[in-house]
């Protein structure tokens, strides 16, 4: 793509210029103006209506313009005044750099006669640009044997200006060494030259710093300088000298190998390889070079090995001393040993023990020692000590014999190890001293009972928590060690609520992990009261005691339960009177609730779910107040059936349900009437309907009836027949004894069987139920056998009830005896019952009627 473009701009140039060509073969003509560089923008070059003979308002009229063949406009026309001027910033450096003369051609197109007008710029040099030299300095090495008038090139400078404005002349500064000359080349530039005037000696001078500054011609002078290091070199023209023709040094005997002793140093001002000087024995004795050596580079003098004033008290040696050239100088060293105290005390242990227990009694002896110095004089005379806050002395016995004994009681829960140390000091000058350490392990003895980290504990967990859940780590602590450090824990024996407490919780004896060993009931207690006792293990053992509470949190599990209003034992729902003159917020009845748990879990809120009549009654939020929420009017049905639900705040939120009963009416009579006007004659269609149902029931029951009969009559041969078979064998075979019951000696098989059918008139409430058969394993007593009363219908109905003479002697199963229980009426409805009970027990109870 833009090698097409680029082909596409080549080709427009190229018509361009055939255009331009064109229009010259119809006349063109030369015009020629200056200007000078770095003018300013907008500067006049040339008055271009003038030399076009046309008005200065005739520019744009009859469009004249500049055809530009660059990227960059250099020049533009000011069609008010008619002037060619500077478009922008002009550089003759950047446009002309090698050409002495710069000039630039322009095309002035007229359009109404398409006549090209050709003007040639020339671009006056300004001194804009000072001479420069590439190199920041220039570095020149010169031996210092060089002979004046040696010559040494220099940097020339470059100056892009032309004529006075370049380059014109260099110049040196001022020093008595060297001069400057310049130089013309072939092709007209200017060579500078360093020329060496006369000797140079490096040792006066290594280096010359000298300035060359390059000039031009302009107005003002411009002007640019490098500078220029002169290095001398070196040659080796001097023999190194030592500092002292003689050294002389006195030394203590006690030096330490590796000591240096004295230095020798010789100077050599030549430079490099000639003005370093290496130094070496010369002449050396054989007990000299075993005692001393020589660093050849520094000069240092070192001890080597031991000087010893009774065998050797002066030592007398030659040094020699030569550069690089190989020229050489020497000099004496005369070192005289002096007698110092230079053996230290020794100390050396006869006796000593590694372990004391503690609580030892003072004066307890733990190391027996001895103290010798081989000097003699002061300088054997040796004080022995150890340090003062240490609880222990050192007491002297026979000659240089010391013993060290305790001071005092020691305690190994505040120091476990000691580590002592006996000094011995001479009375030399200066004094030496020998140290040695003894180290002392103080043995445990179990006097520290453990010890709780805090006086007591709290702890909480949830109720309902899960057996074996761990609840709360007690830790103490006991400073001894060992087994006397060993530490077991376990609860003091305790009741709560009559049972023992180790039937609550349990603890770790290693860890002291206390474990709950069962779930706790908020609802039932809510804290515990324990003590932790923790035993060591040592000889006797100690221990200690520590209480923790022991908080059970609530957790929201018990669902609100209804105090008011309560269900009846029938079944039914109760009754609330509301008279029909009541305004609206009258007050029906209120229900009451309680929540076993405790703070938000316990917080209820009642709030109504449903209503047979809605927006007549109203429920308080937290008050739980059943009230008129409208008038009630002669439209509104007697009986009102609200469900109001109680909520808890726990999380997740428990509720209840309670049902409502409401009668519209200003009195009893009132709701007995309107309950009766409400009843209707059972027509023919519902009595056949309940003569059919009941029909149906009664041949179920008689099925099931036959079915029990068998089952008894199976059972009483199975257990005719396994009597028969323990009269033979002496006992009960193959019977679980789960299933017999022994009354004074006598077993009996025990099992029971119940059935029970609910029937109404009508169809719409009608309850058949069939319930399993219900096998229990102990003698019912009396209020067991006692039956729930069926549930309260609201049509007639009819109870059978299975009855048991405990005077006759016939299995009321196989009696099958059946009675009818006398019907109660009520103002409302008619109910019934019928229940059917079988037993196959020797001994019954006659079943009451509580209608």
Same mark, same amino acid.
């Given at each position: ?8 701009d080549? %080709?427009g ?6 255009f331009?060509g *064109?229009?010259r073969?119809?006349g063109a ?7 000078h ?18 008005e ?13 063949r660059g990227k ?6 000011n069609?008010?005044?008619?002037s060619?001027? *500077? ?9 002309c ?7 630039l051609?322009?095309e ?12 040639e710029?020339e671009?006056v040099?300004?001194?804009d ?27 020339h400078a470059?100056d ?5 404005n370049s380059l014109?002349?260099?110049h ?9 000359e310049?130089?013309? &080349?072939?092709?007209?530039a200017?060579?500078?030259?360093l ?5 140079l ?22 002007? &640019? ?5 002169v ?33 020798v ?6 430079e490099?390889?000639n003005g370093e000087?290496?130094?070496?024995f010369?002449?050396?004795e ?12 520094t000069?240092?003098v ?7 004033f ?6 007398e040696?030659?040094?020699?001393g ?5 020229l050489?100088?020497?000099?004496k060293?005369?070192? *005289?040993v ?5 053996n230290?005390p020794?100390?050396?242990i006869?006796s ?5 227990l ?7 002896v733990i ?5 010798h110095?081989q ?10 000590f150890?340090p003062?806050?240490?609880p222990?002395k ?5 000659g240089n014999y ?9 305690d190994?829960e505040?120091?476990?190890t000691y580590?002592?140390?006996l000094?011995? !000091?001479d009375?030399?000058n200066?004094?030496?001293?020998t ?6 392990n ?11 980290i805090?006086?007591?504990? %709290?702890a909480?967990?949830q ?7 761990s609840?709360?780590?007690?830790t103490?602590?006991d ?14 024996e ?5 049972e023992?407490l180790?039937s609550?919780?349990?603890i ?43 908080f ?12 008011y ?8 729902t109760?009754?609330?009177l ?44 937290h ?12 439209r ?10 109680v909520?808890d ?6 509720s ?5 009963t ?8 009132d ?12 027509n023919?269609?519902?009595?056949g309907? !309940? ?7 009664a041949?179920v ?7 029990v ?10 257990w ?9 064998g ?12 022994g ?12 059935h029970e059918?609910?029937?109404t008139?009508d169809?719409g ?10 096998y ?14 069926p ?7 009819i109870?059978?009830?299975g ?14 005896t059946?009675?009818s229980?006398?019907?109660?009426k009520?103002?409302?409805?008619? !109910?019934?019952?019928?229940?059917v009970p ?10 009451t009627?509580?209608?």
């Amino acid at each position: 793509m833009a090698n097409r473009r680029q082909r596409l701009d080549c %080709s427009g140039l190229v018509l361009l210029c055939i255009f331009l060509g *064109t229009l010259r073969e119809f006349g063109a003509e030369q015009i020629r103006y200056s200007v000078h560089e770095e003018t300013d923008k907008g500067s006049f070059v040339g008055n271009i209506a003038k030399d076009l003979g046309l008005e200065p308002q005739e520019l744009a009229e009859r469009g004249v313009r500049i055809v530009s063949r660059g990227k960059t406009q250099l020049f533009a026309l000011n069609p008010r005044g008619g002037s060619l001027i *500077t478009a922008g910033r002009i550089d003759r450096e950047e446009l002309c750099e090698a050409v002495s003369s710069c000039f630039l051609n322009i095309e002035i197109l007229v359009e109404d006669t398409l006549k090209i007008y050709g003007v040639e710029v020339e671009i006056v040099d300004v001194n804009d640009n000072a001479p420069s030299f590439l190199e920041e300095e220039v570095e020149i090495k010169v031996g210092e044997h060089a002979t004046p008038g040696s010559r040494f090139p220099l940097p020339h400078a470059r100056d892009p200006d032309v004529g006075r404005n370049s380059l014109q002349s260099y110049h040196l500064s001022y020093n008595s060494y060297f001069s400057l000359e310049v130089r013309g &080349g072939i092709d007209g530039a200017k060579n500078p030259e360093l020329v060496l005037e006369g000797g140079l000696d490096r040792e006066k001078e290594a280096a010359h710093l000298l300035l060359l500054t390059a000039l031009d011609g302009g107005d003002p002078i411009r002007k &640019g300088a490098v500078p220029i290091r002169v290095v001398v070199l070196d040659v080796n023209d001097h023999i190194p000298k030592f500092t002292q023709s003689v050294y002389q040094v006195s030394v203590p005997e006690n030096l330490r190998s590796g000591t240096r002793v004295l230095v020798v140093n010789a100077t050599d001002p030549d430079e490099g390889t000639n003005g370093e000087v290496m130094y070496s024995f010369r002449n050396m004795e054989s007990k000299a070079s075993e005692i001393f050596q020589l660093d050849s580079q520094t000069g240092d003098v070192l001890v080597r090995g031991s000087l010893d004033f009774e065998k050797y008290r002066f030592y007398e040696m030659e040094i020699q001393g030569q550069d690089g050239g190989g020229l050489l100088t020497t000099t004496k060293i005369l070192i *005289t040993v002096v007698d110092v105290n230079d053996n230290a005390p020794e100390i050396t242990i006869t006796s000593s023990i590694n372990s004391m227990l503690e609580n030892s009694p003072p004066g307890t002896v733990i190391a027996l020692l001895n103290v010798h110095d081989q000097d003699s004089g002061e300088n054997a005379h040796v004080s022995c000590f150890i340090p003062s806050h240490l609880p222990f002395k050192l007491e002297k016995t026979y000659g240089n014999y010391y013993k060290l004994i305790t001071n005092k009681a020691l305690d190994r829960e505040q120091v476990q190890t000691y580590n002592i140390t006996l000094t011995a !000091t001479d009375h030399g000058n200066p004094p030496l001293s020998t140290e040695i350490d003894i180290s002392l392990n103080v043995a445990d003895d179990n006097d520290n009972p453990p010890a709780f980290i805090h006086s007591s504990y %709290s702890a909480y967990i949830q109720e309902n928590n899960p057996r074996g859940a761990s609840i709360f780590s007690v830790t103490a602590l006991d400073p001894d060690s060992k087994e006397n450090a060993r530490v077991t824990y376990s609860l003091m024996e305790d009741t709560i609520q009559g049972e023992p407490l180790s039937s609550y919780l349990s603890i770790n004896s290693d860890t002291g992990v206390l474990y709950a060993l069962r779930s706790f009931d908020y609802e039932q207690f809510d804290n515990l009261q324990l003590r932790v006792t923790a035993h060591d293990s040592g000889d006797p053992p100690l221990s200690s005691n520590v209480s923790l509470s022991l908080f059970v949190l609530d957790q929201n599990d018990n669902i609100p339960e209804i105090l008011y209003p309560a269900l009846p034992t029938d079944g039914s729902t109760g009754v609330e009177l509301a008279p029909r003159s009541a305004e609206p917020g009258y007050l029906v009845t209120k229900v009451v609730a309680v929540d076993r748990d405790s703070g938000q879990n316990a917080w209820l809120s009642y709030r109504l779910l449903k209503a047979s009549e809605p927006g007549l009654f109203v429920v308080g939020l937290h008050t739980g107040e059943v009230r008129t929420a409208r008038a009630l009017l002669d439209r509104d049905a007697l009986k009102q059936s609200l469900v109001i639900a109680v909520q808890d705040h726990g999380q997740p939120p428990l509720s209840a349900t309670v049902t409502l009963t409401i009668a519209v009416a200003n009195s009893i009579p009132d709701v007995l009437e309107g309950l009766a006007s409400l009843e209707s004659p059972a027509n023919h269609d519902d009595s056949g309907l !309940t003569l059919y149902l009941v029909v149906a029931v009664a041949a179920v029951s008689c099925i099931f009836l036959a079915f029990v009969i068998l089952l008894l009559a199976l059972r009483l041969q199975r257990w005719h027949s396994s009597r028969m078979r323990q009269a033979a064998g002496g006992g009960l075979v193959g019977m679980p004894t789960s299933h017999f019951v022994g009354v004074d000696g006598v077993r009996a098989f025990l099992q029971t069987y119940s059935h029970e059918v609910s029937l109404t008139a009508d169809s719409g409430k009608s309850h058949l139920i069939f319930p399993q058969p219900n096998y229990a394993d102990t003698l019912i007593s009396q209020e067991s056998c006692e039956k729930s009363e069926p549930l309260l219908i609201a049509e007639d109905s009819i109870t059978i009830l299975g009855k048991c003479d405990p005077t006759s002697n016939q299995d009321p199963v196989s009696k099958g005896t059946f009675s009818s229980s006398e019907h109660r009426k009520t103002d409302t409805a008619k !109910t019934h019952k019928l229940s059917v009970p079988y037993t196959s027990v020797q001994h019954f109870c006659r079943k009451t009627q509580s209608h």
